[in-house]
């Protein structure tokens, strides 16, 4: 009876658990989804760009040339030259060494998809880009940024794995907190740089957390439904072949 009891209490507490998370999650995207509107309403609507130009002026005092190459250099893992090798690489990873299926599923479809996603937005928004970039210009269109998109689905994807996988509570928070400062401080970089405005990466920012949370959501239904629904079908298929 004393372990049944224990049983019930581990359960409840593995349920209350999971409402909370999935409590935290719903409130960030709606969070997520409200700035974006915001933030697109007073650019596109009111054409109020004035904060905007505030935030060029204040990072100015900053520019130095080693600060620039720091930036330089973390505004790279922004970039597609290394995101794509790195989801590559993840999926790899989760195929072939872990043998985690369902990761190296989510990784290519989250990529891909918010790649379409950023430049369908930047095609409807159109938006030019600033006119006084710090080094050379660059080509494409500026809202929303997509290296602050990509940034946060990708490190955003691997905040994930660490909340899942790792056991370790101080370790897991080190890590999420460390790749949520190297997510800002991407966007920083494009701001820095002045590739973008304040609100393009803002508004980056938001769309990737938007994507990545609808993503993993559906990405997960279809994952228990497979395990309830699909895998035993497919066992007892395999049985039916190679009896024993």
Known sequence: MKKINISIREKIAEVALLSVELLSALIIFILA???????????????????DFYVFDQVHYLVSPSMTRVIQFITFFGNHKFLIPANILLVIYFLFIKKHKWYSIKIPVIATGGVLLMFILKYIFNR?????PLLEPVKGLSFPSGHAMMSMTFYGLLIFIVWENIRNRTLKWVLVIALLLFILLIGFSRIYL???YFSDVVAGF????????VSVWVIRRLERYSKKEIEPVIKEAQIAQNPL
Do not use: Y
């Open 206 to 213: 938001c769309v990737g957390i938007i994507w990545l949370s």
């Open 128 to 132: 030019p880009r600033p006119l006084i």
């Open 33 to 51: 989804l409200i700035v974006f509107t915001v933030v697109a309403f007073r650019v596109f609507k009111m054409d109020n760009v004035q904060f």
């Open 194 to 196: 002045r590739l973008h």
